[in-house]
């Protein structure tokens, strides 16, 4: 998931469980057709990888991601900013409160996704 703020949902997609989400990840941010913006993009570990960050940097980003503590090149980050990825991770907590959502009852992908995106807009109107 893209988001720009607490309700500001830019762009979300599945993936498999079974699947890292990373390579995900990266389409989703190149099919956002966002360029050149100098926004920071504010990423979970799991996308700490050489090739989410230089994406992330060719796009117009700034990534804003700690390094592993096994990564022998460290980079330095902004760890006020970093701890603003709160706010998606408050945004996933609300929507699992809709229990549909939370214990996955649809079979099919493309009604998960549409359930997903009833319950983005239920929480937007709030």
């Excluded at 979300?12 to 993009?41: T, W, Y």
């Excluded at 959502?101 to 109107?125: E, G, P, Q």
Aim: with cysteine; net charge neutral; charged share 30%.
């Amino acid at each position: 998931m893209v988001a720009a703020g607490l309700k500001q949902v830019l762009g979300f997609c599945l993936s498999p469980g079974q699947a890292h989400d990373a390579p995900v990840g990266r389409e989703l941010l190149k099919d956002l057709g966002i360029d050149n913006l100098h926004i920071p993009l504010i990423m979970d570990r799991a996308y700490e990888g050489n090739e989410t960050r230089y994406l992330a940097q060719s796009l117009g980003f700034e990534p804003v991601v700690p390094p592993l503590q096994s990564r022998l090149d460290p980079w330095e980050y902004d760890t006020e900013l970093y701890k603003r990825r709160n706010e998606i991770e408050r945004l996933f907590g609300r929507i699992k409160r809709f229990r549909r959502v939370f214990t996955r009852y649809d079979k099919t992908d493309v009604m998960f996704t549409a359930f997903i995106t009833i319950t983005l807009i239920a929480d937007m109107l709030r």
